[in-house]
């Protein structure tokens, strides 16, 4: 019997913990034809999410757990989750219910029908801000006019993959995964699978603004060598306004166009503008040092702190 591996990621969730619980089961127990387990984990929580998660686990063995020793952030947690599967079919959704556990039969189907990826594209995004809903739209544009490979626009981590596709993924041997660009780079049968995103049941986003501009820079900086390039761009054009500057003062000077004496504007708006073209330079190439510096300590990329039901 083929089996159905569920990853939850939660980190405060404690609201909606047992719905969640409650849906997921009730779902999985609906489709016969498959085993399952789900993989809840504990990203550092600081609530009772963990204390609930564990009251659930002592009653049912499928429900497996992961604990981290402090919030490493939707990233790491997925990354776990995609080591620890042994399903056939791995569906990846948030504790917040946004994406609707009763879809997953459906997507099944396609799975069945060939597919290896099917991710969920939002047709709507119900109780979100238009601040929100505008920002996501610019996180894709900026993600894809930037990025090497074409990530498909409003999706999110929701969706399901075989297993050779998540084998894939775990061999990867970078720490930083942007998991949503790996998922579209890996290639295979891909299918989008659209859905009326509902509202959050409870509790607050898991990613904010900040948040969201990690994520960006993430993904841009996973996929792409074009923000170097642009630098590349800038300075170009740094020295092409130089030289026009340059050719400004000689013909002035030799025509007597004006009094280059009293040019405190010129000489303050040049050092300035080129000022600010090193300083951009330098931040875009620190941020992929900064990456290169992070791989190179191999650090963990999460600790566990518990493990529970697993064999």
């Known amino acids: 019997m083929k089996k159905i591996s569920v990853i939850v990621p939660m980190y405060n969730e404690e609201k909606v913990v047992e719905l969640c619980y409650d849906r997921l089961t009730k779902i999985l127990q609906g489709i016969k034809e498959y085993e399952y387990e789900i993989i ?8 009772d999410t963990l204390e609930i998660l564990e009251n659930f686990a002592k009653q049912d063995i499928k429900l497996k757990i992961l604990s981290f020793s402090r919030n490493f952030g939707h990233q790491a947690a997925l990354t776990a989750g995609l080591k620890e599967v042994t399903g056939d079919v791995i569906v990846i959704i948030d504790a917040d219910l946004q994406d609707p556990p009763e879809l997953i039969p459906q997507m099944i189907k396609l799975w069945e029908q060939g597919n290896e990826v099917i991710y969920g594209k939002r ?3 119900k109780g979100e801000s238009h601040f929100k809903l505008l920002t996501a739209k610019i996180f894709y544009e900026t993600l894809n006019a930037l990025s090497d490979v074409e990530m498909p626009k409003d999706t999110g981590d929701f969706r399901l993959v075989d297993r050779k596709v ?4 775990n061999s990867l041997p970078e720490h930083n995964k942007f998991l949503r660009g790996l998922f579209s780079w890996v290639g295979y049968n891909q299918v989008a699978f659209e859905y009326e995103r509902q509202e959050r049941i409870a509790g607050k986003t898991k990613y904010p603004l900040k948040k969201m501009l990690k994520l960006a820079s993430d993904g841009i900086i996973s996929f ?9 761009g800038l300075g170009i054009i740094s020295i092409v306004i130089s030289i026009c500057i340059l050719i400004y003062a000689l013909v002035s000077y030799i025509f007597k166009l004006n009094n280059l004496s009293a040019g405190w504007t010129s000489i303050m708006v040049s050092i300035t503008f080129f000022a600010g073209i090193q300083l951009l330079s330098i931040w875009v190439m620190s941020e992929y ?3 290169i510096y992070e791989e190179t300590k191999q650090r963990p990329q999460y600790i566990i702190e518990k493990r529970i039901n697993f064999n």
Do not use: H
């Not at 809840?40 to 609530?47: L, T």
């Not at 998540?166 to 993924?169: G, K, L, T, Y």
């Not at 792409?224 to 590349?232: A, D, R």
């Open 224 to 232: 792409s060598t074009k923000p170097l390039k642009l630098v590349g």
């Open 166 to 169: 998540v084998d894939v993924i």
């Open 123 to 125: 047709k709507s995004r």
């Open 40 to 47: 809840a984990i504990n990203d550092g929580s600081k609530d």
């Open 289 to 291: 040092i900064g990456r």
